[in-house]
Structures are given as structure tokens and as C-alpha cells.
């Protein structure tokens, strides 16, 4: 089983970051998401570029961190972000650098990347882009070598979309959907995805997470664009800044303080799920431990 991540075996775990600049625009005009076609003035582009290049630097002083950036927008038509996600993946002290990303960009970058270290969290949004294009795109980055995950929002007008892509993709290729907000699914609807993901059942309901264990705080951390540090995207209390190192003194184990967590980059860092065990060194980019992995421990079909 990998070490990575600081799962059995590990020695000290590394410093995951999940990082979240100012950026919030999107070329995308998705109905289910709030930033869809917003538009970011120079001066918050101008600051989120400096943002993530301070940041990047840190990052070349840790001694073992791995990151996930999570824009509220689409951060890969941004130069900026092309460029870290090519110099993190080729420094030493970085194990994984990863980006949720809708992948309109080109793709031909990557190729100055180290495809050991970087990888992409890929979302499909049928209605936002020709699947033949996206497709195409998908095997860019299988040529190039790059590791990916691509998926769905479980919203019924995307069942049939998302089987067509399903089908088109290679087998290697694992196709995550996302539970959509605020919605219940009868057990027939969830049957029909979890056709296409058989993980979607930890997707399907918010888990119980207060007074549990979890990760975050701990091993992982949230950090925004003033270098400012939480334990999670959603728990607000702040524990320090990397710039000064006084996060370093609010790291520690402690119980999630929240009811329920029904976001996959929140719950993913449970103790008291599995997940760690079904996608060991893909936790950031959502890539399962090969295809048996999958089905190891089997998801939930309901709660």
C-alpha cells in the first residue's frame, strides 16, 4: 500500500494545502454554480497572480508538501496557474500538485511538467462544451502521460451524457460523479450512477462528521491567497499564516466541529471513512487505487 499521504507506513506525514486564491472568474456558464461567467477585475487578477506566485515560493521552502488548488473559478486559462502547476510538479519536495479544472484550456503545457508529481481533477459540464471536444482533450492528456480523473454532476438531465462519455472513455480512466446540491435521490436514481462511479454512494449523503476525526488541522490544511490558514474550506476559524509560521502552532488533531460534511474535498479526510484506503496516492486528484480499488471498501448504497 502507498505511504503517501501519511497512510500506514508513513513515516512523518507531509503538509497537504488545499489553496484557494482570489480568482473566482469562470468561462463556463454552469446554472448549478454561482461564479458561472463571472468576470474578475485586472486589479483581482493582478493580486491573485502575485498571491500564487508568494505562494509558490513557499511552497520551494517546505521540506514535503503537496498541493491541491481549488479556485472558485477556472484557473488553468490563467497563465499563472499553468506555470505553478509546471514548476511545483518539478520540484524535489513536492509529492503531488493538482488543480480542479474544466480543462478548456489547451493542453500541449503539460508536457514541460512532471507527470510523477502533477495531475488534473477534470469536471465535465455537459451543456458547457461539446463532449467530442472534451473527449479530445482526455486523450491529450493520455498521450502526454498525465494523470486524470474526470466527472459529473448527478443532475437527471446528465444521466445520458454522462454514460455516452463513460463509454468513450478508456476503461483506465475512473469517472466520479458528484452528488448535485441539495438533492435526494431515490435508490433506483442512485443505482443509475453508481453504474458509472461505484463510489458514488459516499457521494450520495452528507456524512456525520462532528466530534469525529478528521484529518484537516492536522496533516491538511486550507490556505488562502493572503497566506491566511483553516483547518478546511469549511470550517472558518483561522489557525495562522504560513507566511509568518504561526500556523504551525494551530496544527493539531481535533474533532470536526461541524454537523455533517457533503463536499468530497472535505470528507475525503475523515478518519472515520475509508477513503484514504480506496485512493491512497490519489487522494488529491481523485483517482482511486486502480481499478479493483474501486470497488475496496465497497461505497455505501445508502444511510
Known sequence: MSTFLGLPGAGAPELTVLYRG???SCDYDCPYCPFAKRRDSPATLREDRAALERFCDWVAEQPAVSVLFTPWGEGLVRSWYRRAMVRLSLLPNVRRVAIQTNL?????WLAEGDPASLALWVTYHPGQVAQDRLLTKCRELDALGVRYSVGVVGQPEHLAAAREFRAALRPEVYLWINAAEGRSYTDAEAADWTALDPLFG???EPHPSEGRRCRTGSSVISVFGDGSVQRCHFVRAP????YDGSYRAGLAERPCPLPVCDCHIGYVHLETLPLYEVFTDGVLERIPY???GISRPAAPAGR
Open 22 to 24: 482570489p480568482l473566482a
Open 104 to 108: 478548456s484550456c489547451r493542453t500541449g
Open 290 to 292: 486502480g481499478l479493483d
Open 239 to 242: 489557525l495562522g499564516n504560513i
Open 202 to 204: 459516499w457521494s450520495r
